[in-house]
């Protein structure tokens, strides 16, 4: 049995204004959470054998979890920042080879063996930075059989890191090819999908709903998400990032388990997504690459009562930051959040967006210890140093995994 000791701070992330324990202790029997409270209320178990970790100047939480990645690439965009600055759009940079097309070219020119070494490398960066549960989408395929080609190779990491890290596989349908008709594709993503289902590489389906000639309307993005719900894909979808494209309404239309970014959104629909419990997972540092003047509508979102969420959107052109305590400092300064609320959503929100909310995401008797120790003994300094790694150690079913 693991105890950690000492605790200066064990947050449990049991609501958004989520209980504290000052001095506290915390034990991990196996890979689930045995027990915590005060150090004043610890009592050992004579019979049992403690490995103790003395936890003296540092805080204690749960595992960040990152329900919205696009990690699986290969090349960088770094022009496309010097782009935007001088004032391009999103789709004119996609209309001119960049984007979305550019990292399929370039991932596509990779081997097998060259994506997943490193695509390995960036999850071992992760991990690092405190993540323990991360979903990862496909995407950059575009074709099926380069769809296939990358989940095949994004369940081989997930087999291979099993132990350090929980990797949930996405199946994402981002963008239409320049050469293929709408209709066409759209029938060639549906066969795509039941090959994804049959072969069981993915746990969810996503679809790009925006406007726009090479990304997905409302009546697409109904038909496709609701052929992967029949299939048992749990149904994902970006929605109203760039403009109000009706993604919200999609969201609640099928069931979605979240809709992510929802620069856009509107009230009704956010009331019907309440009522199917679709999550609003936000995504912060997009907002920042995209220097985006418009903000989510966080307090309808609080008022409404509904679940959130802070993830990442982790891509090589809209937003290079993997670094979750990064992403939640950005959901203090960006969103308005105050850094309780930053953290609960980081953890917990995710928890849900990922329907893991049973397992992982706060501190409970019997759900999985995945934790992580900071650095520091107050949870504030994280957003008093948000691009400095605040981890100490990180521990993965009842494992340390990693050690600052």
């Known amino acids: 049995m693991l ?27 196996e890979d689930k959470i045995y027990d915590f409270g005060k150090m004043e209320d610890l009592k050992l178990e004579k019979k049992e054998n403690y490995q103790i970790f003395d936890a003296k100047n540092s805080c204690v939480l ?12 290969s090349g960088e965009r770094e022009d496309e920042l010097e782009m935007r600055l001088n004032k391009e759009s999103y789709y004119e940079i996609l209309k001119k080879g960049g984007g979305i097309y550019y990292t399929f070219k370039k991932t596509k020119e990779k081997k097998n063996k060259e994506l997943f070494e490193e695509n390995y490398e960036k999850l071992l960066n992760v991990l690092k ?6 979903e990862i989408k496909s995407g950059y395929g575009i074709y099926p059989e380069e769809e296939l080609r990358h989940l095949r190779i994004i369940n081989q990491l997930k087999e291979k890191l ?57 009546k ?8 992967g719900k029949e299939l048992g894909l749990i149904p994902k979808i970006h929605a109203n990032e760039l403009f109000y494209s009706k993604g919200d309404y999609v ?26 419990d679709v999550v609003a997972t936000l995504l912060p540092g997009t907002s920042l690459f995209l220097q985006m003047k418009k903000k989510p509508p966080v307090n309808i979102f609080k008022k409404l009562n509904m679940k959130i969420a802070l993830a990442s959107d982790y891509n090589p052109g ?3 930051i993997y670094q979750m305590p990064i992403i939640i400092s950005l959901g203090a300064f960006l969103y308005d959040f105050n850094e309780k609320e930053s953290l609960y959503y980081g ?22 210890a995945d934790l992580i120790v900071l650095k520091y003994n107050k949870y504030q300094k994280i957003f008093y140093y948000p691009f400095e790694n605040p981890i100490k150690m990180v521990i993965r079913k009842g494992k340390v995994v990693f050690s600052n």
């Not at 029938?187 to 679809?207: N, R, W």
């Open 3 to 29: 105890l950690i000791k000492n605790i200066s701070q064990l947050l449990l992330m049991d609501k958004p204004d989520f209980t504290i324990i000052e001095n506290g202790y915390l034990l991990i029997k």
């Open 62 to 73: 749960p595992g960040f979890i990152d329900s919205h990645t696009h990690l699986f690439f």
């Open 129 to 134: 930075w405190g993540t323990t549960t991360i």
């Open 162 to 218: 099993k132990y350090k890290i929980t990797i949930l596989p996405t199946f994402l349908i981002h963008v239409i090819p320049k050469d293929i008709e709408r209709k066409e594709y759209i029938q060639l993503m549906k066969k795509t999908m039941e090959i994804v289902a049959k072969e069981k590489l993915a746990i969810f389906c996503d679809v790009f709903c925006e406007k726009g000639e090479n990304t997905f309307n409302k």
């Open 220 to 227: 697409e993005s109904i038909e496709l998400l609701s052929y």
């Open 251 to 276: 969201a609640y239309k099928v069931g979605c388990i979240s809709a992510d970014h929802l620069i856009y959104p509107e009230i009704k629909n956010l009331k019907s997504m309440k009522k199917r």
């Open 318 to 320: 809209t937003c290079p």
């Open 347 to 368: 953890t917990m929100g995710n928890a849900y967006a990922l329907n893991l909310q049973n397992k992982i995401g706060s501190i409970e008797i019997g759900k999985e």
